[in-house]
């Protein structure tokens, strides 16, 4: 079997669905798209195929990011009875053209589509595949081969992210250096209805467990902690903390085995909400993704939540927020909408996702406005994602001007806030100060390897920071190095050497990079090939 996601490049306009503002990068794409030099960026595998591939026994490739040619050749070489393609709405085009090129060069091989792609309506009409799969691929593919689809999942040990770089340098990929994906589960049952993964995986109360308890995902994080030697894991579950008991026996089970672990998790407001910051603290909470929505969203997960006081308390924790707001909700209106943005800008979150409302196909969302006939049509599938334009009628925002407030929001947040690079080591000082002297030592042990980092290369990225950051916003240049003198009380020696060595590197590099980035420089994610049970097959 060959499984393959969607061919490159990717952060470039093309006739396949590629858009130059679609890289295949969570920061970028996203998040920090409008901090230029500063945006840390990265890669991330196609999870979803590492899963099915770990959790069947026929031979398997996995052909991750491929270019055309690679796919080509890749049919061409051997033999596949069957061709899983993965991929999202937005790729529709190159599935459509990946499964013309299998029928060419590979004509007895079963096609098989999977992911976010299958919620297009009549998709069948669309690509030339044998088979549709919507929802979970993993219990589809053991069944349709004939393996117990009810069997434990096997979690493949994901290393997060891949070639890291920032402020124009490079990191190094050693071993442990990176977070470990781990995927406790899909979907979510808050079933907000814009939300496609909740509805992807069954909507409102309903959700896949791969790992209900609290200790099977405890033996699951040990052995990825022993195979690639981590602390830290990027929880891929889109609410987390919702699952209380799961929670609560997994932080048994660390203080059991005295684990320090950091955890990179996703989580809705009324789920933080039913822990204290000492459980989040023990736990390992170090990053969240939250959605923030608006102030004046009616979404159950938000009700009765003061945003502020509690962003505010996160952070003091130690905890980096990625806060996800979304512009033009059905109540914004030109007039009010700059107000809402500063107002969450004005929550200071380490990051800030902002996100356009968009009835995304497979969504209650759409289907209400479909109805409702509100959905324009002739819009490309490539451009509904959030990030460009409305794909809807919006009963006082044009379309042009819902991306002009889409990117002056994340310019904004840019201008007013800083770097989140500055802001996330903010909230690590913080955390290390209230955690220092802490009773549990696994939480110490944490706080210290972060300050660690920060009086080393993140330090060292402060001052550089702060001389380039001068030319958008002097004042948060000012709070730059105050945060910088403040890591330099706390570490006089190192942190102060480690800035006047290698900060002025880092100045040099991000100054390249500036320059690199306004000639159009993009990045691709290379091409990744893992053969399994392979032996077996010749
Ligand atoms: C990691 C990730 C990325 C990575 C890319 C990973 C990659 N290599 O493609 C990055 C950060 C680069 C990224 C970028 C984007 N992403 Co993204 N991403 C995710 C994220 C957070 C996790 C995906 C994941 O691994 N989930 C866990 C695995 C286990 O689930 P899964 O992939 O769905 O796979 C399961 C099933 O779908 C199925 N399956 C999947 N493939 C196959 C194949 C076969 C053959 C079969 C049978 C079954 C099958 O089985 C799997 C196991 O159950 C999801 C959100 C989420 N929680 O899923 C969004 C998500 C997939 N991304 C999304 C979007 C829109 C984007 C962007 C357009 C950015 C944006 N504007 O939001 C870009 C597109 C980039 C591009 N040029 O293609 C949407 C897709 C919406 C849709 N309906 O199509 C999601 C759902 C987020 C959201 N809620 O809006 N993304
Ligand atoms: S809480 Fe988050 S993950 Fe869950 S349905 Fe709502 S938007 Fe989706």
């Not at 591939?53 to 050749?73: G, H």
């Not at 080591?425 to 955390?431: E, I, Y």
């Not at 100060?433 to 390897?449: G, I, L, N, S, W």
């Amino acid at each position: 079997m060959l499984l393959s996601s969607v061919f490159g490049p990717y952060a470039q306009d093309d006739d396949f669905g590629s858009r130059a503002i679609n890289p295949m990068e969570l920061f970028h794409n996203q998040v920090t798209r409008e901090q230029g030099c500063f945006s840390p960026r990265m890669f991330h595998r196609s999870w979803g195929i590492m899963m099915i591939q770990a959790n069947i026994s026929a031979p398997c490739t996995v052909l991750d990011f491929p270019t055309r040619e690679r796919f080509a050749r890749e049919l061409k070489a051997n033999h596949y009875d069957v061709v899983g393609i993965s991929a999202i709405i937005v790729n529709v085009g190159k599935v459509q053209e990946m499964c013309r090129m299998v029928r060419e060069l590979s004509p007895e091989s079963v096609i098989i589509v999977g992911g976010h792609v299958a919620a297009i309506p009549n998709v069948e009409a669309l690509v030339d595949a044998d088979h549709i799969v919507r929802g979970e691929g993993i219990a589809w593919m053991r069944k349709y081969l004939g393996e117990d689809e009810h069997a434990p999942i096997r979690h493949p040990a994901i290393v997060s992210g891949l070639q890291e770089r920032f402020m124009g340098a490079r990191m190094p990929g050693l071993k442990g250096r990176t977070a470990a994906t781990i995927i406790p589960s899909v979907g979510c049952p808050m079933g907000c209805n814009f939300c496609t993964t909740s509805a992807f995986f069954g909507g409102k109360g309903k959700f896949i467990n791969f790992y209900a308890s609290g200790d099977e995902l405890f033996e699951v994080m040990c052995a990825v902690e022993a195979e690639l030697k981590v602390n830290s894991f990027f929880v891929m579950d889109e609410n987390f903390l919702l699952y209380r008991p799961r929670a609560l026996r997994l932080l048994e089970r660390m203080k059991e085995a005295g684990k320090s672990w950091e955890l990179y998790i996703f989580a809705s407001v009324n789920a933080i909400r039913k822990y204290s910051m000492q459980e989040l603290a023990e736990l390992g909470v170090s990053w969240l993704w939250m959605g923030l929505e608006s102030p004046h969203s009616s979404y159950g997960k938000l009700q009765g939540a003061d945003l502020t006081q509690l962003t505010r308390e996160l952070r003091e924790n130690g905890i980096r927020v990625l806060g996800s707001t979304i512009v033009g909700l059905e109540h914004h209106t030109p007039g009010n909408i700059t107000g809402e943005i500063e107002h969450a800008i004005g929550y200071q979150t380490d990051f800030h996702q902002f996100m356009l409302y968009t009835p995304v196909p497979g969504t209650p969302l759409y289907q209400d406005m479909e109805q409702e006939g509100r959905l324009l049509q002739n819009i490309d599938l490539a451009d509904i994602h959030g990030q460009f334009k409305f794909n809807f009628i919006h009963a006082a925002i044009s379309r042009d001007d819902s991306k002009r407030f889409l990117d002056w929001a994340f310019r904004r947040d840019f201008e007013r806030n800083g770097p989140s690079l500055f802001r996330m080591c903010r909230t690590m000082l913080l955390g290390w100060r209230r955690y220092k002297d802490y009773p549990d030592p696994r939480v110490r042990e944490r706080f210290a390897r972060q300050m660690q980092k920060l009086r080393g290369a993140y330090n060292a990225a402060l001052w550089a920071m702060e001389r380039e950051f001068k030319r958008v916003n002097e004042s948060v240049s000012e709070q730059i190095r105050s945060l910088r003198k403040e890591i330099e009380k706390e570490s006089p020696i190192k942190a102060r050497l480690n800035a006047a060595l290698i900060g002025p590197v880092l100045l040099y590099l991000a100054r390249r990079e500036e320059k690199r980035l306004a000639k159009g420089r993009t990045y691709e994610p290379p091409t990744i090939i893992e053969r399994t049970n392979w032996v077996a097959a010749s």
